[in-house]
């Protein structure tokens, strides 16, 4: 690669971390707890409210940091939040700073992408038991009465489902 590619391509991821560290408001949409780290068993600092609007700022992982309007700042999970992801332009922005709103949301808006990683031919031709595991998950089993009553208690109903066709 040429010394100008090299450049242009420093430059380029430069100016993209500049524009992820830019704060972005986006709205709670389920109440959630703050929490002092990115980590489930992190100290939590307090709860946001449904609908609450914070500004973001760095992302770790499927955790975001965020400031509160009443100046709290921690991190919640993304999922919990959505952004506004408007590129258009905001009122008083002109030149440059419009390219940066049209860089930071794109013309489509924020996205969210997630996914589970599956089993491949190789993993489950090299797949070993674990009888740990095995007796462990048998711990979790209830009997059929069990499971009746439980039903019972909450909203739960009945329900057939039929089998796929074998094709």
Known sequence: MSPIRVLAASVALALLWALSAYAEPATVVRATELKKAPASDAQTLGSLEESATVQTAERRGGWIQVKTSAGASGWVKFLALRFSGSAAPKAGDSGMAQVFNVARGGTSGTQ??????????????????????LQQMDGYAVNVDEAGRFAASGPLQAQSVAYPAEE
């Open 112 to 133: 969210a992408t997630t996914g589970v990683r599956g089993l491949d031919a190789e993993d489950i031709s090299s797949a070993q038991p674990n009888a740990a595991a």
